[in-house]
């Protein structure tokens, strides 16, 4: 038997959208620009950051960690997007932190200065963000902000009508 669930808000619907079309748009766009290999395609990067992720591993187990290691784990905020939107209709407060987690990971590939540059596990040096980047981050922290609005606003109180 299942449980009836809550009425969907229009602002939880509307941001869902909102958070879809800025991810769908960024993988239209550049996302990232680095040393000697120009800007990154975003659906590219998508494509293969798993594979980058792999190789950032195989980067650990060859030489410890001489080498900077973390911006190719910022691409896990993909999946955590992803499950946001599943669980935005589903369970609020998990799609909430999922989407927190993801605004985080995906905001804190800025603080890193390399990343890994080639399928040989060759490091590049990270030198500007592009629209699709911009974008990307936006999808998750609108995704982020719209949840928590919608969570707290379900929580209060019902108002009285004026003039009871």
Same mark, same amino acid.
Request: charged share 10%; hydrophobic share 50%; glycine share 10%.
């Given at each position: 038997?299942?449980?009836?669930?809550?009425?969907?808000?229009?602002?939880?619907?509307?941001?869902?959208?909102?958070?879809?079309?800025?991810?769908?748009?960024?993988?239209?766009?550049?996302?990232?620009?680095? +040393?000697?290999?120009?800007?990154?395609?975003?659906?590219?990067?998508? /494509?293969?950051?798993? $594979?980058?992720? =792999? &190789?950032? %591993?195989?980067?650990?187990?060859?030489? +410890?960690?001489?080498?900077?290691?973390?911006?190719?784990?910022?691409? /896990?905020?993909?999946? $955590?997007?992803? =499950? &946001?939107? %599943?669980?935005?209709l589903r369970d609020r407060k998990v799609a909430l932190g999922l989407a927190v987690a993801a605004s985080a990971l995906?905001?804190s590939f800025l603080l890193f200065k390399h990343v890994i540059g080639s399928n040989a596990g060759q490091y590049t040096?990270?030198?500007?963000?592009?629209?699709?980047?911009?974008?990307?981050?936006?999808?998750?922290?609108?995704?982020?902000?719209?949840?928590?609005?919608?969570?707290?606003?379900?929580?209060?109180?019902?108002?009285?009508?004026?003039?009871?």
């Amino acid at each position: 038997m299942s449980t009836p669930s809550r009425p969907r808000s229009p602002l939880l619907l509307a941001t869902l959208a909102i958070s879809v079309a800025l991810f769908a748009a960024c993988l239209t766009q550049k996302c990232y620009c680095s +040393g000697n290999n120009g800007c990154g395609d975003s659906l590219a990067v998508l /494509l293969t950051g798993g $594979l980058g992720i =792999l &190789a950032e %591993f195989g980067t650990l187990s060859d030489h +410890g960690l001489q080498y900077p290691v973390g911006a190719t784990f910022t691409w /896990l905020a993909n999946p $955590l997007l992803v =499950l &946001a939107w %599943f669980f935005a209709l589903r369970d609020r407060k998990v799609a909430l932190g999922l989407a927190v987690a993801a605004s985080a990971l995906s905001s804190s590939f800025l603080l890193f200065k390399h990343v890994i540059g080639s399928n040989a596990g060759q490091y590049t040096d990270i030198i500007g963000y592009a629209a699709g980047y911009w974008l990307w981050v936006a999808s998750a922290c609108v995704l982020a902000l719209g949840l928590a609005v919608d969570t707290l606003r379900s929580r209060a109180p019902a108002q009285a009508p004026r003039g009871a």
